[in-house]
């Protein structure tokens, strides 16, 4: 990573709370080692369906054993099947690989889960009825919750009201704006903002990440998507997680500093996370 393209603020830790790292190992380390360069000391891997949820718990497991713990930053993976993939579990009739994989120690969440109405890719009352299974097993198995809302708002919440919101819940790569931040926080969950909130149009994230109070916050890349400025038009990696940081930062009027360690602190907490 040369000067001219580091990301801002060096020698800061962050976390990146939710990022998808890429299948290939070889292309995964590279990745790894450029985020523990820019300052990333931990993350999580996210699943989206039962195959890329057993492959990041196997990263988690075993590229800092072949790496070397110290040249990558810590990682933690999540099961969890997406919206859009939600009728493979209505043709199978079963979330157990879910419940299976959350004994691993390194898997520390269900999801990402939820609701996505904007590509529709599996029918709504399907959509509905996994992420209702999802929310059971995360509420029965006192699992922090990882949830996928977009253009769902209202669905989203009443799924939650019936099902109950687990004690760690986050709106992961929010796309609402100053009501939908509200209504997140009147349950108790946590909202983790992404590149988006650097983009120009994203005047109401950004305006619902100033009303989002310091211990609720999360900041993710949600990569290979959202690329932040000034990397838009790029796959997205953890390396740019301080870009998110600082348009973060500056949307809330804080320092760099209490962003990136709002960022590690309320993982940790959230993710019951030992270090």
């Not at 040369?2 to 990301?7: D, K, R, V, W």
């Not at 983009?199 to 009303?211: C, G, H």
Request: charged share 25%.
């Amino acid at each position: 990573m040369t000067p001219e393209s580091a990301p801002p603020g060096g020698g800061v830790e962050w976390f990146d709370n939710h990022c998808h790292l890429p299948d290939d190992n070889s292309e995964a380390v590279r990745v790894l080692r450029d985020a523990a360069a820019a300052g990333v000391v931990g993350l999580i891997d996210v699943g989206t369906d039962e195959a890329s949820s057993r492959a990041a718990l196997g990263r988690a497991v075993g590229l800092p054993t072949r790496v070397g713990t110290g040249d990558v930053p810590r990682m933690w993976a999540t099961a969890g099947l997406h919206p859009h993939d939600a009728s493979t579990a209505a043709e199978s009739g079963s979330l157990d690989w879910v419940v299976e994989l959350l004994e691993h120690d390194e898997v520390v969440a269900v999801g990402e889960c939820g609701l996505d109405y904007h590509y529709d890719h599996s029918p709504r009352e399907v959509q509905r009825r996994v992420f209702a299974s999802q929310v059971a097993i995360a509420v029965e198995r006192a699992a922090p919750l990882v949830i996928h809302s977009r253009e769902a708002w209202d669905d989203t919440f009443d799924i939650l009201a019936s099902e109950g919101v687990p004690e760690s819940t986050v709106f992961h790569c929010f796309t609402g704006g100053p009501a939908e931040v509200r209504r997140a926080l009147d349950v108790g969950a946590h909202v983790s903002f992404s590149g988006i909130v650097s983009f120009k149009s994203a005047t109401d994230v950004r305006e619902a990440a100033v009303l989002c109070p310091a211990d609720r916050m999360m900041v993710e890349t949600d990569s290979p998507y959202l690329a932040p400025v000034p990397r838009r038009g790029r796959a997205n990696e953890p390396a740019f997680l301080p870009f998110v940081g600082a348009a973060l930062a500056e949307a809330r009027g804080e320092s760099l500093l209490d962003v990136a360690t709002r960022s590690v602190v309320n993982a940790g907490r959230f993710y019951r996370l030992v270090r």
